[in-house]
């Protein structure tokens, strides 16, 4: 029987897992060849593989790869995009995939924002993590305990104890 695509994504993602890029690109051809479309996931799954190398350039032609076959990014494939932007410092592109994902069609969960603001405090930018945090605030089920953790651990560090303590202390008081 042919290989479903379960078996390619469990290959693929041991393939990106071992920095196996080239051989997991190439999977995609495989999978065409023997008449098994890549999924959303499959393609989720290289672009993870990507943007955790820090190679977004390889990420973003993935994603108009995506387009091209009618694959639509999802929450997840932003999500991915985020992290990928945040850790490699560019914050300001996360940004505006983070402000894009709206006008896409696509609702930015607690992940979106965590993704970004840890992002945000990594670079120092204590303006735009309360700016961040308060537009947050409007969201249902939003901040979190990783949020919380996340700026605590941020004004500890950039010295505003006390800061950290007043908001430790909104944490607390919001159960």
Do not use: W
């Not at 065409?32 to 993870?48: D, F, K, M, Q, V």
């Not at 955790?52 to 790869?65: A, I």
């Amino acid at each position: 029987s042919p290989v479903d695509i379960t078996a390619y994504n469990v290959l693929l993602a041991g393939l990106c897992k071992a920095d196996k890029l080239e051989d997991a690109k190439n999977m995609l051809n495989v999978m065409n060849e023997r008449g098994c479309s890549p999924s959303l996931a499959t393609y989720n799954i290289l672009l993870n593989g990507y943007c955790k190398v820090g190679n977004l350039s390889d990420g973003n032609q993935l994603v108009s790869r995506m387009l091209e076959v009618g694959l639509l990014p999802g929450i997840q494939t932003y999500n991915i995009l985020l992290a990928g932007y945040c850790r490699a410092g560019r914050v300001e592109e996360a940004q505006a995939i983070f402000q894009e994902m709206g006008s896409k069609g696509c609702v930015v969960d607690i992940v979106s924002y965590n993704t970004l603001l840890h992002g945000l405090c990594r670079l120092g930018k204590r303006d735009e993590v309360f700016k961040l945090l308060r537009k947050m605030s409007t969201a249902v089920d939003m901040p979190d305990n990783f949020t919380y953790a996340t700026v605590i651990a941020f004004l500890c560090r950039i010295g505003e104890v006390d800061k950290a303590f007043k908001v430790f202390c909104l944490f607390t008081a919001r159960g």
